[in-house]
């Protein structure tokens, strides 16, 4: 809600809510560090961040000027984090070092490399997958019984297909018991997409492009998250366009890729999910969506308003529940005109006109101006 709210010029009153940490809407950051400040008499100063004015600032503000520095001047702030993230407590150095993903360049694998020797796992994992998404690897591969990635190999079967034009195809192995689950799940997460590649002797592009999905839909959303965590930018927009492609189920996973997508790839994906509907539940799981852009066309280029209005006036508890759900999404991604319009649908078709679930979408439709309230 309060990303709703920003992106329309307004805040919401200090008194109803007080952000307390550094994931609220950037507009945000003054308040955040002026609840850091309460205990002492400081303030952020307005000028550009330093290594000699980096303890004036609060962590909040801070961020946000490295961020922006990433963006404009990533090698500068590099320089900034690796001069002072070491001073830093475990959680704050994470918070730094995850910044390196803006920008992320050939020019950051020396710091990054450096991090092997952190203090922190948290972040010496950080910095392996930064690593691996430049196409390093992160640590060596002898293949022995304790090398994680030739474990997972294991847990890959590798074949042919075709009869004239042979490809090399990656399909899950079957499995036997719940502990080799666990443990496949375990090895995705630890290990690197490009280290899996090497191990099969091929690319990023050639082993996704193998991987054959519905054989299981388990070890098909452990490769999403491990290309999601380390797949070069390449691999992930390959991944993302590929299975948004094959529509239906398969491009569902794309939700997991989602933290890393660009804005259009993600609205893609939400209006497929509103187009064939048969998961219209599952737009409750999308993550990082920009708000103030879904159109009343969205909503009727296909069965989506059809399946909200039938849940809306049927008698089905489970239906009305995840219309509920749908609803308060909807009404986060909406623009204030489509917000008004489904309100006036959803009445019209048996949601009562106080309901909770029209809640968001009421908020939505009367922000409908440019606001200058702060």
Request: glycine share 8%.
């Amino acid at each position: 809600m309060a990303a709703l709210v920003a992106s329309r010029g307004f805040v919401l009153h200090p008194m109803d809510w007080m952000p307390s940490d550094q994931n609220s809407p950037d507009v945000y950051a003054p308040w955040v560090d002026w609840q850091a400040s309460m205990n002492g008499e400081r303030l952020a100063p307005q000028e550009k961040l330093t290594a000699e004015n980096w303890d004036e600032f609060y962590p909040a503000a801070r961020r946000l000027a490295l961020a922006d520095m990433r963006r404009t001047d990533p090698t500068s702030a590099r320089m900034l984090i690796e001069a002072k993230a070491s001073g830093e407590p475990a959680e704050v150095r994470l918070a730094l070092v995850e910044l390196m993903r803006f920008g992320l360049s050939a020019e950051d694998v020396p710091f990054l490399k450096s991090l092997s020797a952190d203090r922190s796992g948290k972040v010496r994992e950080l910095a392996g997958r930064l690593l691996a998404r430049l196409g390093e690897h992160v640590r060596p591969s002898d293949g022995g019984p304790d090398d994680p990635v030739a474990e997972l190999a294991a847990f890959i079967t590798e074949g042919r297909s075709g009869f004239i034009r042979r490809r090399t195809i990656y399909t899950p192995a079957k499995l036997k018991s719940q502990a080799q689950e666990q443990r496949r799940a375990e090895l995705f997460e630890i290990c690197n997409l490009v280290e899996v590649a090497e191990r099969f002797n091929t690319t990023e592009a050639e082993f996704i492009g193998g991987w054959q999905f519905g054989a299981d839909n388990k070890a098909d959303i452990l490769i999403a998250r491990m290309v999601a965590a380390s797949g070069s930018e390449a691999a992930l927009t390959q991944m993302a366009d590929t299975l948004i492609a094959e529509g239906g189920k398969p491009a569902l996973f794309v939700l997991h890729l989602m933290p890393r997508l660009d804005s259009s790839r993600k609205r893609v994906l939400i209006r497929l999910i509103l187009k064939e509907t048969t998961y219209l539940g599952m737009i409750n799981l999308a993550e990082g969506i920009d708000v103030d852009w879904l159109e009343w066309d969205d909503l009727t280029n296909g069965q989506a308003l059809a399946a909200l209005r039938s849940a809306a006036g049927g008698k089905d508890d489970a239906a009305r529940r995840g219309l509920d759900d749908v609803l308060e999404t909807i009404g986060f991604l909406a623009t204030a005109t489509t917000a008004a319009k489904l309100i006036d649908d959803m009445v019209a078709a048996g949601v009562p006109p106080a309901a909770p679930s029209l809640g968001l979408l009421r908020l939505n439709a009367s922000l409908a101006g440019p606001g200058t309230n702060t």
